[in-house]
């Protein structure tokens, strides 16, 4: 996979996803501010399951020289569970992107970019024809950050959550 300023990318596995998911949950505290929750990390709580043995799903990691996990992005098939968003997409081939994290040190390096191409061609390669993801507009730069990736704006939902949903055809 590729490198970036001596980061390596690569798709979680079984001897390694202990860590990969610490890694995410830890920056969930971090971003979020809150503990992981049964109903909105199950992914998470069932990583092996969720990203190793499903088809069509992953979880990419970075890593710096010494093997330090700096950053992470996870795919998995969209599920449909977002009511707004009903009859948008065909669920056979849409992919969603969650969980993009970087260490803050390593930030500003292009590694969010680096996983985010990864990520695509893991998409393109296993069948999907459209990438799903939503963010919100109180995490500073993220949105611009997707829409620099060439993700536009589906849904703009405001509310106190802030939360758009972005989609881009591959």
Known sequence: ????????????????????AEFAIRSIKEVYGREISPEWDRDLLNFQKVYLETPGNTFLTAYA?????????????????IRILDGFYDLKATAEL???????QYRRNSIGS????????FCKSSGYRLVYLH???????????????GYMVRVDEGGPQQTVHLEKAL
Not at 1 to 20: F, H, K, L, W, Y
Not at 65 to 81: N, P, T, W
Request: glycine letters at 8%; one cysteine or more; charged letters at 25%.
């Open 1 to 20: 996979m590729p490198t970036c300023t001596g980061i390596v990318v690569r798709s979680a596995a079984g001897d390694n996803a202990p860590e990969v």
């Open 65 to 81: 020289g010494d093997d330090k996990i700096v950053g992470a992005l996870a795919v998995r098939r969209y599920d449909g569970r």
């Open 98 to 104: 969650s969980r993009c994290f970087v260490d803050k």
């Open 114 to 121: 680096l996983l985010v191409k990864e990520a695509e061609r």
């Open 135 to 149: 963010t919100h507009k109180y995490l500073p730069g993220a949105l611009n950050f997707w829409q620099s990736q």
